[in-house]
């Protein structure tokens, strides 16, 4: 399976970075249009292709970690290095999906280890709530420590995931992270008068802090970098780290802390806000839009918040509703297991079900079942809706991270209301199941595959250039959108390629114009410059035939920019959506600079008024 998954992706060659979560592996690769998606998909074991967040993400399921560990027996690729790259080599993006990716990154090496301690601890908080053990013994004290140590420390653990990924000093970090929690240091929180060579500071705590000694690592990357290049080679190996740590503590106290502290307080402070006023509204939101961030890789954003939240109030009051979100999707899956004759997707769904009721983890059967199948996805988000929000007005919340699930209950055992979190876990378990029960699904034939059908098409640029609105294009029709909605981009490159898999629908035997149809039926016109056709093909080079299969970046037409300008012609090309009754642009389209292959704008299938 690395194999296959391997020689999918473009080779060991083709891979800039490679990090793994709880279900997929996460692929930077150095070129997308080496990667043969179609051929990865059809993997045994590969649930789904996600590219999302500048990363081609492979979902695989429980076993994602088994596949890993055979990739890297099988070539030089480890998550602890990067093939020879640096995480400033990565490709970019833009500001939020870098974030993401950087929360992504840091938080995986660890997140076994916070939700398997969180776990211990969620079922010492319940043998104490049951009177199962007694507090005042050394047998608790043991169970306590080794339960919440972890947590405890955990700038310890971000400081080396942190320093991996900003390819810094792992032992400089941990010692930065250790001053922070070093005894006398703890114990002067909240002291009054104190001052640093004469500047006054108020210690905060850091005791499972986040975001100090992220910020700190990734100064700290920067100043040995500089440090390295000035230093003479004899002493910069001590020298560095000693002026790092004598500069970085400091700096924590005096001022990442502070603003961290101050910054921590205000979100929890909002976070106890909703849902103390309006706790139904945060519970449906998370209860219901949990699976959908997911999808997109947007829960990571997230995990910090969760940290945070315990950070500041002691408490996560919005981890709660995830529990309905996991469970109620995990009940859609077994609705569809009790009802389906199809044998493959009995098959699918049966381990789906389990692992989503009792690891919560729900990757196999959203990718697997319940998002192609549409209506139990759909279902899944409602009765996750309902659930939520009944469970957040109980004001149920854990005090220890952990991934939600049937196993990890315990954790919101005794906090919150019980009654109406076993309202809130019932609601979103019976409404999904029944309504896929009593209500169904379209079921495939018993040949057919189980795979989603394409409803939206993510537009990535077919050039380098600049994005700029239709409305600065020199020509009326394509400016006023007759032709369809859209932008334009100046072109800075010499060739065109494919923004997605699909079909070329036109090919002008002058090179000028390019239209494709992607497996939605979204339709785009690429047209490079104004009034070309008038060149008779002079300046273009016509790489593909009309109903020829592409992929994406694979090359269209080749031209000779300059050739055109000189001609007395302009090179802006618009990119267009022809058949937008049908296929909309939804979401902000991208401005400013873009290289071949770069997101531009999303479009998605206009539903018939009828069924909308």
Not at 602 to 608: H, I, L, Q, S, T
Request: charged share 15%; net charge negative; with cysteine.
């Amino acid at each position: 399976m690395a194999e296959d998954v391997l020689k999918g992706v473009g080779g060991e060659s083709n891979v800039a970075h490679l990090t793994s979560c709880m279900t997929r592996l996460r692929f930077t690769l150095r070129d997308e249009s080496q990667a043969d998606t179609a051929a990865v998909k059809k993997v045994p074991g590969v649930v789904t292709v996600q590219q999302s967040g500048g990363q081609y993400q492979v979902v695989i399921g429980d076993e994602v970690g088994e596949v890993l560990t055979a990739i890297g027996k099988i070539s030089k690729i480890t998550t602890a290095t990067e093939s020879g790259t640096s995480a400033t080599d990565e490709p970019k993006g833009n500001l939020f999906n870098r974030f993401i990716k950087m929360i992504s990154s840091i938080f995986t090496p660890i997140l076994w280890a916070l939700a398997g301690t969180g776990l211990l601890k969620a079922f010492l908080a319940a043998a104490v709530t049951f009177g199962w053990i007694d507090t005042a013994t050394s047998t608790y004290m043991v169970l306590n420590a080794l339960s919440d140590a972890f947590i405890n420390f955990l700038p310890l653990a971000l400081a080396i995931s942190a320093a991996r990924y900003f390819k810094a000093s792992e032992f400089t970090s941990f010692a930065i992270a250790a001053a922070m929690l070093y005894p006398t240091i703890t114990a002067a929180v909240g002291a009054e008068g104190l001052t640093f060579f004469g500047i006054p500071f108020v210690m905060v705590s850091y005791v499972s802090s986040v975001i100090p000694i992220i910020v700190i690592v990734w100064l700290q990357s920067h100043a040995e970098r500089f440090l390295y290049a000035k230093l003479h080679a004899s002493i910069r190996r001590f020298v560095t780290p000693m002026i790092v740590i004598l500069l970085a503590v400091p700096i924590v106290f005096l001022v990442i802390g502070p603003i961290s502290d101050l910054l921590g307080g205000w979100l929890g402070g909002a976070i106890g806000w909703v849902f103390e006023v309006v706790p139904w509204l945060g519970g449906a939101i998370m209860g219901g839009l949990w699976q959908v961030f997911v999808i997109f890789g947007l829960h990571w954003g997230l995990v910090p918040v969760f940290q945070i939240e315990f950070q500041t109030t002691g408490q996560m009051l919005l981890i709660g509703p995830v529990f309905a979100a996991v469970l109620a999707q995990a009940a859609a899956v077994a609705g569809v297991w009790v009802r389906a004759k199809n044998k493959n997707l009995k098959s699918l769904a049966a381990p789906a079900t389990l692992s989503g009721f009792l690891a919560g983890i729900t990757e196999p059967a959203i990718y697997g079942v319940n998002l192609p199948l549409k209506t139990p996805f759909a279902f899944g988000i409602a009765g996750g809706a309902i659930g939520g929000a009944i469970i957040a007005i109980g004001g149920v919340f854990s005090t220890s991270f952990v991934v939600p699930g049937g196993l990890a209950l315990p954790a919101l055992f005794g906090n919150g209301n019980m009654a109406l979190l076993a309202i809130g876990l019932a609601a979103a378990i019976l409404i999904p199941f029944l309504l896929v029960i009593l209500v169904g699904f379209t079921e495939p034939k018993e040949d057919e595959p189980v795979v989603a059908e394409a409803k939206d098409t993510d537009v990535r640029s077919p050039l380098a250039g600049t994005v700029v609105p239709l409305s600065e294009v020199p020509d009326a029709t394509f400016a006023e959108g007759l032709l369809g909605d859209g932008v334009a981009i100046r072109p800075t490159g010499n060739v065109v390629v494919a923004p997605f898999d699909g079909v070329v629908a036109a090919a002008f035997p002058t090179g000028h114009a390019v239209g494709l149809r992607a497996a939605d039926g979204t339709e785009v016109l690429i047209h490079l410059g104004i009034n070309t056709v008038e060149l008779g093909g002079k300046g273009f080079s016509l790489k593909v035939d009309q109903g020829q299969a592409v992929t994406a970046g694979e090359v269209l037409v080749e031209f000779d920019a300059a050739a055109i300008t000189a001609a007395g012609y302009d090179t802006i090309t618009p990119v267009i959506v022809t058949n937008g009754d049908d296929h909309a642009i939804v979401g902000e389209r991208v401005a400013g600079a873009v290289d071949t292959g770069d997101p531009l704008f999303f479009v998605v299938e206009v539903m018939p008024a009828a069924t909308a």
